[in-house]
Each structure stands twice: as structure tokens, then as C-alpha cells.
């Protein structure tokens, strides 16, 4: 399992399914889980949970700077 790959796709599925992301928000082990489709032990699903929330706030602030920069051109 490519666990880069696998956090960018539940990137994408966390901004683009909404019960999704909020079942990540309450329980995000049973969330990855979930959408893993395998039980995997806890160390290497809060590995991947770190990973996700470090994407998540990361683009998130890129998001924001480009909005920022977007105010600046007008």
C-alpha cells in the first residue's frame, strides 16, 4: 500500500463527500477504515490520520494565500 497515495485519495474524499468528512471529524479511525476497506493496526492508521489532517491544513493555508493574492491583483 502506497500510503502517499492512499492520503491523497482520502484527501480528495474527505473535501468531496461531506457525510465523509464528517464521519472523519467524529471517528477518523473508523472512517479510514472504512474507506480502506482493512483493519490495519492503530500505529500505522494514526500515521495515515496524521497524514491526512497535515494535507488537509496544508492546502487549506494554500488556499487562503492564493485567496490573499487573488485580492491583491484586483
Same mark, same amino acid.
Given at each position: 500500500?502506497?500510503?502517499?497515495?492512499?492520503?491523497? %485519495?482520502?484527501?480528495? #474524499? !474527505?473535501?468531496?463527500?461531506?457525510?465523509?468528512?464528517?464521519? /472523519?471529524?467524529?471517528?477518523?479511525? @473508523?472512517?479510514?477504515?472504512?474507506?480502506?476497506?482493512?483493519?490495519?493496526?492503530? %500505529?500505522?492508521?494514526? #500515521? !495515515?490520520?496524521?497524514?491526512?489532517?497535515?494535507?488537509?491544513? /496544508?492546502?487549506?493555508?494554500?488556499? @487562503?494565500?492564493?485567496?490573499?493574492?487573488?485580492?491583491?491583483?484586483?
Amino acid at each position: 500500500m502506497d500510503i502517499k497515495e492512499k492520503i491523497e %485519495e482520502l484527501v480528495s #474524499k !474527505i473535501k468531496g463527500d461531506k457525510d465523509f468528512g464528517d464521519t /472523519f471529524k467524529k471517528d477518523p479511525v @473508523k472512517a479510514i477504515e472504512e474507506a480502506l476497506g482493512v483493519n490495519l493496526p492503530d %500505529e500505522q492508521i494514526e #500515521k !495515515i490520520i496524521d497524514g491526512v489532517k497535515a494535507k488537509i491544513s /496544508f492546502d487549506d493555508i494554500g488556499d @487562503k494565500i492564493g485567496d490573499l493574492f487573488d485580492k491583491f491583483k484586483k
